[in-house]
């Protein structure tokens, strides 16, 4: 194989390598996604062809710089067009004597330029590939089908739209939200109750429905709200996962019986690692009748409330947003789970539960802002 078919092949392989090389980078940056696959290795692939592709075209590159790549080296390179760069070859003028390019090797017999022909091929083959992998916009319900499918296949993009993360969709609200002049606690540092394994606390774990009588310390509160959604890492970052950390999630807990706390529904402050008392009282009797009835509800010394702010994930990822809210109250619910169990407690996730009522006791709309999960928790 000669420079010029060298050059050719590099050429028409790097084409496709930065393509995808450029598509993956996009659609990575916007995602979040921290491994592509193939990316790495089509980049290693690129960077070998593109040395390829300048070694093939050096005496080309070396005229150019020189400013022997002028009219008469490009003379000389056309007159051996064989062994010349073929891309230069058709730009420039024949030279005296020699057949233009686009006849002498450029064309189809019927004098079609095969550049047209290529470019042609291309368009109609973008057209098929967007066709195939954009998702119909008809996203109506099918006959039969619940809104959970309905929602389930709304979401599933095609791999083209995944390239609408690159659009925010709407403003990015605030990553927390605050209670100015509400009444504050600040919790105890978070102290790790003695040493119980993963495997155990796995292991151990059950739903608690039936609870001793006596009260959570705040320094036990402590823990469980920092095992929850408290701050473990720099910049803020959380005790349970995020997507694009833009934490969605808000931990309310509505307390009966924790000592030297007064009963209400207070808000969690991860940044402060404090409580903001949204009202006072004793709602142990609305969680029962906002629960269907669940008794536990109000036999718990605490009751964690999680509810999500939708914007903050769907400013940026639209329709997965709210596979996202529901994804990462489970990491937050399993925290729970297992800090309750290293201390000697237990919970219970609540699923069930009229919307409004539970909203009302938070003071949040349930739309913009709706109660997902509760949790009782309490001693063993
Ligand atoms: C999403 C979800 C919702 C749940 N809702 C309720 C509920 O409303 N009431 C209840 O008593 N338990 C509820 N549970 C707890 C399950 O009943 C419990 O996890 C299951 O019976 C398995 O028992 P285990 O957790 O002890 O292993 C829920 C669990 C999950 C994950």
Avoid at 41 to 53: K, M
Avoid at 57 to 77: E, I, K, M, Y
Avoid at 332 to 361: S, T
Wanted: net charge neutral.
């Amino acid at each position: 194989m000669g420079r010029r078919e060298i050059g050719l092949v590099s050429s028409t392989l790097l084409l496709p390598a930065a393509l995808f090389l450029a598509v993956t980078g996009l659609v990575s940056d916007a995602l979040d996604l921290n491994e592509f696959v193939l990316h790495k290795y089509v980049g290693y692939t690129a960077a070998v062809l593109a040395l390829v592709h300048v070694g093939a075209h050096w005496p080309s590159l070396v005229g150019f710089w020189t400013g022997r790549g002028g009219r008469r080296s490009r003379a000389a390179t056309a007159t051996t067009a064989a062994a010349g760069d073929r891309d230069s070859a058709a730009d420039m003028a024949p030279a005296p004597g020699t057949e233009p390019a686009s006849e002498a090797e450029g064309s189809s017999p019927r004098g079609i330029p095969r550049r047209a022909v290529l470019a042609a091929a291309g368009v109609g083959a973008t057209g098929f590939a967007a066709g195939w992998l954009v998702r119909p916009a008809d996203v109506g319900r099918l006959p039969g089908e619940d809104v959970g499918a309905l929602y389930h296949r709304a979401s599933t993009p095609g791999i083209a739209d995944a390239l609408g993360a690159l659009v925010s969709w709407g403003s990015q609200p605030a990553r927390t939200k605050e209670y100015p002049g509400a009444a504050r606690f600040e919790l105890p540092p978070v102290t790790v109750p003695p040493e119980l394994s993963v495997a155990s606390a796995i292991e151990r774990r059950r739903s608690l429905r039936d609870y001793a009588g006596r009260p959570l310390t705040t320094g036990e509160l402590s823990w469980l709200l920092g095992a929850a959604s408290g701050i473990t890492g720099p910049g803020g970052l959380r005790a349970a996962p995020s997507a694009g950390a833009q934490y969605p999630i808000e931990t309310y807990v509505a307390v009966t019986k924790v000592d030297g706390l007064e009963p209400g529904i207070y808000h969690y402050a991860p940044a402060d690692h404090a409580l903001e008392r949204v009202r006072g009282g004793t709602f142990g009797g609305d969680l029962v009748i906002a629960g269907l009835g669940q008794e536990f509800l109000g036999q718990a010394p605490v009751v964690v409330v999680l509810s999500a702010i939708f914007q903050r994930l769907r400013w940026r990822y639209r329709e997965r947003a709210y596979r996202y809210a529901l994804i990462e109250v489970g990491h937050i619910g399993q925290n729970v789970y297992l800090a309750a169990e290293a201390a000697g407690f237990g919970a219970c996730a609540v699923g069930a539960f009229l919307d409004d009522a539970v909203n009302g006791l938070l003071e949040i709309d349930g739309v913009e802002e709706a109660a997902l999960m509760l949790l009782p928790v309490g001693p063993r």
